[in-house]
């Protein structure tokens, strides 16, 4: 993992190779007050990413932002809090609860720790800044998108911006639990927004150029699921024959198996975030890529 500092007292905690539960974190401080944006998926990289913060600065965070429910942002929350004070979208929560650790029992063999689950205390449903020392961070739902929950964190001074899983530099999008044209329509907020430094959920940290390849993913998905339903193709048939053209190189491009699940989904008239069942999915994903899904948690 790496820690860079992208702007005065702002952080971003890189971990590689970015893939399946392998997130990123951001952490901003004023050398004492700090806030962390998302925890990790196991004990010891929670517990890492604690000994991190500490050589920045000797306050424990006073906040922790959980970006979605998923368990790669969310389960090492339990290292922080207490003392920190848990903040999400209350959807999150809902989800969170909802769905406990279930994470753990897609990958059985990666030594999760026994840190139990932590809800967020403190909920929200459209904006809600804190103020560390002078920084100014700005949490906003930018409507349901990689999932129902997402929340991004805005730094307008600095021009930083900690997107979540919404946006992932490197990686293909995710959009199984959340929706095509609400991540479309997020990613021209967030683009609006004129960010220097973008910090996505997994991946490297980058800039702009990393919302424009999102769209243009998602563009490119939403057209072969109306070529793909034309056809009469299911998901994975029309994901196994395509050629992933631009995104070929990026990590998890089994994802395009269940990004058209969603898609043909929306396109015959589901609303954002109606639930579809992940198991089958993800067994899906597993025929598309020729083996099980790698997650090197
Ligand atoms: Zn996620």
Redesign the pocket.
């Given at each position: 993992m790496s820690l860079r500092e992208v702007a005065d007292g702002v952080h971003a905690y890189v971990q590689a190779d970015g893939g399946w539960c392998v997130?990123n974190a951001g952490v901003v401080h004023d050398g004492g007050a700090a806030l962390l944006v998302d925890t990790a998926a196991t004990e010891s990289r929670a517990l890492a990413l604690r000994d991190a913060v500490r050589r920045l600065t000797p306050t424990p965070p006073g906040v922790v932002v959980n970006?979605?429910?998923?368990g790669?942002?969310t389960l090492g929350n339990a290292v922080f809090a207490p003392p920190a004070t848990v903040v999400a979208h209350t959807t999150t929560r809902h989800d969170m609860a909802a769905r406990g650790t279930a994470l753990r029992q897609v990958w059985p063999g990666v030594d999760w720790g026994g840190q139990p689950l932590v809800l967020p205390e403190l909920t929200f449903t459209d904006r809600l800044t804190i103020h560390i020392g002078r920084t100014e961070v700005r949490l906003w739902h930018p409507g349901p998108a990689?999932?129902t929950g997402d929340v991004v964190a805005w730094l307008p001074a600095q021009r930083v911006l900690f997107t979540?899983?919404v946006v992932m530099p490197g990686h293909t999008p995710?959009v199984l639990?959340g929706s095509v044209h609400g991540s479309l329509h997020a990613v021209a907020a967030l683009a609006a927004l004129e960010p220097a430094v973008v910090v996505g959920?997994?991946g490297p940290v980058a800039g702009p150029e990393a919302l424009h390849a999102t769209t243009a993913y998602l563009r490119w998905l939403d057209d072969l699921a109306g070529r793909g339903l034309a056809a009469g193709l299911t998901p994975l048939e029309a994901a196994l024959e395509t050629d992933l053209g631009d995104h070929a190189g990026w990590g998890e491009p089994e994802r395009l198996v269940a990004n058209l699940h969603r898609a043909y989904a929306e396109r015959t008239g589901a609303p954002p975030g109606t639930y579809l069942p992940s198991a089958p999915v993800f067994t899906e994903m597993e025929r598309w890529l020729g083996g099980p899904l790698p997650c090197s948690a």
């Open positions: 997130n970006t979605h429910h998923h790669d942002h990689h999932t979540g899983d995710f639990m959920g997994h």
